[in-house]
Each structure stands twice: as C-alpha cells, then as structure tokens.
C-alpha cells in the first residue's frame, strides 16, 4: 500500500452571526480531488474525509467521517429517507452517528470522546463546555393574609418583605419583628396603633431581618409560630393557611380594625369621609384583599411608601451615631428646607430610628403651620416616648412646654417669634438629644430668619434637605452661619491677612488667631420621592392639613364608649368667669367695646400668667401687651353669656390642668369651616357662616405679602 498521507485540513472562515449562507472558501492546494461515484470526496491517499455540509438554516456542521472499512454503528449506512429527515431538522440516529449523502459526507457532534476538531490547519483540544447561564433569582415570597376572626387579619411577612398600605389598624406582633417608619415592633412589645390617610406618605411594614441565630430548626420555629397564633384565637383555618407559607425568619401580625374618638369625628365630615381610602390613580398591580380590608387597609405599590435616597441614608447613620455616642454632650439636629422637601416625613423617621436605642428625645416645634404634636399657631417643647406612626391629627399630646404665637405664619412680626422661641428652648434641659424642625420659609427674609434660628439653638447637626440641584437654599455650613447677616443679628465677616509662607488665611478675630470655632456639623440630604420640594405637588393642601389636625384636636372631646358622633353642640362646655381670666387679641388691635364679639366663636389658646391677675367683675379683663407665657391647651369658644358672664369653653384639656387657666389668647386661627358646617339646622342660618359674600370686590380678599423682597440694608450684602 502507498503510504498514507495526512487528510488535507480545510481552512475554517469566520461565520457572522446569524448568516443565512455561508461559502466555503478552500486554498487550491488543499481542494479535495473529483468526486467519486456515488459522490464521496475522497482524501489525498487517506481514508479520512472532509466533512462540510451546510444545513437548510445556516448551520455548518464540520468533521470526520469514518474510514469505509469502519462500519456504521446501526449495522450500515441510514436511508434517504432518514438523511432527508436528518436535513429537515429530525434526525432518526443517535448523537454521535455518521451519515453519507451523495457528494456529501454529514456527521452528527458527538457528545464526549469525539475526534479533535480541525481549525485553521492545526489541531487543538477540544473547548472547554460553556459556563451554563446564571440563575435567575427566585421571586420573593409574597404576604399571607388569613381572615382571623371579625373585622381581624393575621399576615404572614416572610423576611425583608413589605406591606405598604393606606387605612388605620392596630397591630401586634406574633411571631418574628416588623419595622415601621423605622420603630421596630416585636412580640414583646404592646400593639401599636397605625394611621396611614392619603394626604401623607403612606406606611410600610416590612420584616425586619433576624438577628438570632439559627441554632433552632425550622420545624421548632413552626411550632412556635402555632403556638402564638393559637394563644391569640387565630382559627384553625387560619392557621393552616400560615403555616402552610411559614418559612425561617419571617414575621407574624395581627392586624386589627382600628376606630379612636378622633378619627370618627374626623370621617363624620364630608371633606374628610374618605381621607384612609387611597386616591384612584389610572393604573396599579394591586388588587384588593378582602381580607386586609376587613381590618381597614388597602394594599398600595411600594412606590407608594417612604422611599431613602442614599444621602438620606447616610445622614441618619451619622446622626443615630452622634445620639448614642454623647462624647461632648447631646447632639442638638436642626432640620431646615424649603416647603413639600419631605421635613415631617424625615423627623419622624429619624424619631423612631432613635427611639429603637434610646428611652427619649426631645422635639422643638418651630413650625407654626404645620406642627407635628400640637395645632397650628404655637412653638412647643415635646418629650417623645412613644413612635409617631401616623399623622399629626393622630398622635396629639400635651407638649412640656409651649407657647401660643397666634398666627401660621411670623411674616408680620419676626421679633416675637424669636423671643417666642428662645423662651420655649428655655426648658431644653440638654439630658437627651433635641431634634428641631423649622418652616419652609426660605426665601428673602425667611432665609435670614433661618440664619437667626441656628445662631440662637447653636445646633451641632444642621441636615440641609434640597433638591437635586441645590439652587433653593445656599450652602449653610457653619462659617456662612458665622460670617452671614440676619434678620436681627449680624454676621462676623472673616478677615483675610497673609501669612509668612505667602497663603492667605482667614482670621476670625482681631488677634489674627487661626483656632477653628466650633460650629455645626451639615448634612445635605437629597429627597427620593417625585415632586420633592415643588410647591403644590404635595399630596394635599397645607390649609388642608391644619384642618385635619384642628378636627383631631377637638375629636378627643367624642365620648369613648359611644359608637355614634357626638355633635360638638351637644357636648357640654365648661364654665368659665369674666374674673378668673384676662383676654388679649394678638394679632390685631380691637377695642375694648368689642373684644367680646372677636371671641365669640373663636379658636384660643389657654394660657397661664405667673403674676396675679386684676379682677373685675363688671366686664373682661383686657391687656394692653401681648403676653410671653406658658399655654396649655386649645378650646373654642362656644359662647358669651352677658348677664351670668360666663365663657362657654370647649377643650380636650384635662380639669386639673384647666385649673391653671388664668388668660384666654385670641390669634389669627380660625374655626374649620367643616366644623361650622357641619352642625344640624335647627331653624335660620348657621351663625358666622355666609355664602353671599363677594371677593371681586376691591378689598374683599387678603392681601398678599411679597416674601421674598428684602429690607436695604441686606441687599448690599
């Protein structure tokens, strides 16, 4: 026999992706020889062969057939009705057969063993298999909710998992922990109320990661979790559902339908009936649960719910960080930013992340419009021990120290407003940390006042929410604090001397020393949520909003254990005589003649002088000044009784307190309307209450101050 040549290799041509064709182009000297009969390629004195074959969709299959002595695995070649088959796309052998065709030679790719591959003329080891794809993660786990009973829901959280919903409920922790608004609730720890209307950002219960360890298995814990929800009555039925979705560190809730004499006066007004159900928008993924609804939620998008921007993120770590660590005394946070930022929303949050660690804190309300503990029109000092899980009108309580401003706004006279301030940061003991919040004014003199507002609390912290840009609020670092004029105080502008080395310093003091003076610390955060900080794109008007809280005020006074709304007519006021309080208006100067009509049906702020008040038993005692004192409580006046002389009060505030009252101060806070309205007919019209009046006339409607033009001596600054 001749000796046997090398198989001619062909030379592979790179295949774009997706050809439809592909041509083989082979160097002439390594063109195989003419066909045989039968239309075999045979090789240069080899029995191997060349193997190219293009299939009907562009795939090139290449290899090499067998030697013809070699016989076919299936006992001989496959017939033309299986290679047809095999061209289609079906092929009849088994991976790894040969097949021969007329002029062609086709083989099938072996699964393992096969012959080397031939490339570009040269031999190599066959390719390592393809790392198989990444698995997709698993979708997470949703929440079961079971009926537990009337008006009662038991969830079954699996971890890192989030409700986000808007209604009121009560909730108790049975199994697991849960995070609300940044409070941590466990099973240890009483049922918690939840309050989540549509005016504000909606809550989220999320399972709270677990801490433990794992040392007990997961059959334990199940037992556990079916031991708690027996303690608590969940049905059987219920609890098999559960269970059935019980995995290792989820959480267990109860939620139960939650109705406070607050919350059912408020939705006994028309304006407010439907203020815990969520506004219809045109599009959402979530459907209804009749069982959540039956304890008073409806399910929301998590979009929804508090979203934390990483620069939000950040600045609490930093702040939660300087509260439990007090090295140089405790930290006092101002929170500053224009209007709609998301400040309330921020407070509270840090609140409750703080009182995770620490017993309490304390809170400055500098906001007269939109104060968190308090009705409008007062700054107030409040110890907080308790989460904030809702809005202002739902956690109402007597602050340790206040005073009544009289207004919404200190546009018209700054200087009371400061020395209102200084005197409630009087009572700041400085024993716990104080969160302050300010106004959304920000602009021309609210600036200035703002820059009077942190020079007089001297915070350590100052957290500057804007948005993206950073356009609405300049830098408020602590030496344009020091070197900036205010409203009423003036700036220590920094000097500038050269020193030996040839740099310019800057000197804080006619001595030229370069010792740096303490000042706060500033953390800008960027709010997350769409619409931050653009006026009118919040969820609901601020007039709005002090009605709400106005109406929760006077909601307390609703008698617990009757089920139906009391009108505030038929409560029964207290008795108060001309002699044992003095009267002052704010805002404005009466006279005396008429001081009685101004306080008829009014809102007053119930206050105690520490000096002896004259008595006069003809008539009311009048100021002449606007008193700076302690206020302790709210009322309206329902009436003025001339020939007993007698004040008709109503307020939520308890006896032994009222016994302190010895001044009534009537400001710029008016009455609801929805509480004037919403009073039965008993014949006539509703009194103080018109529809003809006509505000196209010239002076009928208020007038409008420029906030924003600043006094002479500031523009040359």
């Not at 439907?274 to 039956?294: C, G, H, M, N």
Request: charged content about 20%; proline content about 10%.
């Amino acid at each position: 026999m001749a000796q046997e040549e090398s198989a001619p290799q062909p030379i592979k041509t790179p295949v774009p992706p997706q050809s439809p064709l592909l041509t083989s182009l082979t160097p002439h000297s390594l063109r195989p020889p003419a066909r045989e009969a039968g239309g075999r390629h045979l090789g240069t004195g080899s029995d191997a062969r060349d193997v190219t074959k293009r299939r009907g969709r562009g795939m090139l299959i290449r290899g090499r057939a067998p030697p013809p002595s070699q016989p076919h695995r299936r006992g001989g070649p496959p017939s033309r009705e299986s290679r047809r088959d095999f061209v289609r796309g079906r092929p009849r052998g088994r991976c790894g057969d040969f097949f021969e065709a007329p002029g062609e030679v086709w083989m099938a790719k072996r699964r393992s063993g096969g012959p080397k591959r031939l490339q570009n003329g040269t031999a190599h080891k066959e390719k390592t298999p393809p790392a198989p794809p990444p698995e997709l993660p698993a979708k997470p786990a949703s929440l079961t909710a079971a009926a537990a009973g009337e008006n009662r829901a038991a969830v079954l959280l699996p971890s890192e998992q989030t409700l986000t919903f808007t209604g009121k409920c009560r909730l108790t922790c049975l199994y697991g922990s849960v995070q609300v608004l940044g409070f941590t609730i466990a099973p240890d720890q009483p049922p918690y109320d939840l309050f989540s209307p549509h005016t504000y950002c909606a809550l989220t219960v999320e399972a709270a990661a677990s801490k433990e360890g794992t040392e007990k298995s997961k059959k334990e814990m199940k037992l556990e979790a079916k031991a708690v929800l027996r303690a608590h009555f969940v049905p059987r039925e219920a609890r098999c559902r559960l269970l059935k979705s019980f995995r290792p560190h989820c959480s267990i809730l109860l939620l139960e339908q939650l109705d406070t004499p607050a919350t059912k006066f408020i939705l006994s007004h028309p304006e407010f009936s439907q203020v815990f159900r969520a506004k219809k928008q045109s599009f959402s993924f979530i459907l209804e649960d009749p069982v959540l609804a039956s304890a008073g939620l409806e399910r929301l998008e998590p979009s929804r719910g508090l979203l934390v921007s990483q620069s939000m993120h950040s600045a609490i770590g930093e702040l939660i960080h300087a509260c439990r660590v007090e090295d140089e005394g405790c930290p006092v946070i101002l929170v500053c930013g224009p209007k709609s930022i998301g400040k309330s929303t921020f407070n509270r949050y840090l609140m409750n992340l703080l009182l995770n660690c620490l017993p309490c804190l304390e809170y400055l309300e500098c906001d007269l419009g939109q104060p968190e503990f308090t009705p409008p029109g007062c700054i107030s000092l409040v110890n907080v021990r308790e989460p904030v899980l809702g809005p202002p009108f739902a956690h109402q309580r007597p602050p340790r120290k206040m005073a009544f401003y009289g207004d919404n706004s200190c546009e018209h006279d700054t200087e009371r407003y400061l020395d209102t301030l200084k005197y409630v940061f009087g009572g700041y003991e400085r024993d716990v940390p104080l969160l302050v919040n300010t106004m959304g004014w920000v602009k021309g003199a609210g600036l200035l006042l703002l820059i009077d507002t942190i020079r007089l609390l001297s915070p350590t912290h100052v957290v500057q929410m804007s948005t993206e840009d950073f356009k609405d609020l300049p830098q408020l670092s602590a030496d344009y604090i020091r070197s900036t004029a205010g409203l009423h105080t003036r700036g220590k502008p920094s000097l500038k001397r050269k020193n030996p080395g040839g740099s310019w310093e800057h000197c804080r003091n006619q001595r030229g020393s370069h010792a740096p003076q303490p000042g706060h610390q500033l953390l800008r955060v960027q709010p997350k949520f769409p619409g931050a900080g653009v006026p009118g794109k919040g969820r609901a008007h601020s007039s709005t909003l002090r009605s709400l809280t106005m109406v929760g005020y006077v909601g307390q006074l609703q008698p617990p254990d009757l089920e139906a709304v009391v009108p505030l007519p038929s409560l029964v006021p207290y008795q108060v005589p001309f002699s044992a309080v003095v009267l002052k208006v704010i805002h404005v100067d009466v006279e005396p003649t008429h001081i009685l009509c101004s306080l008829n049906a009014s809102w007053v702020g119930l206050c105690h002088l520490p000096d002896q008040i004259p008595c006069k038993a003809e008539g009311p005692v009048v100021l002449t000044q606007t008193p700076l004192c302690d206020c302790l409580g709210f009322g309206i006046v329902r009436g003025v009784e001339m020939t007993s002389k007698l004040y008709y009060i109503l307020t939520p505030v308890a006896p032994e307190i009222l016994r302190r009252v010895n001044c009534l101060l009537i400001g710029n806070i008016a009455i609801p309307n929805c509480i004037f309205l919403n009073q039965a007919r008993t014949g006539g019209e509703i009194p103080y209450v018109t529809s003809d009046y006509n505000f196209d006339v010239s002076g009928a409607g208020k007038l409008k101050i420029k906030k924003h033009l600043q006094r002479r001596e500031h523009r040359r600054l």
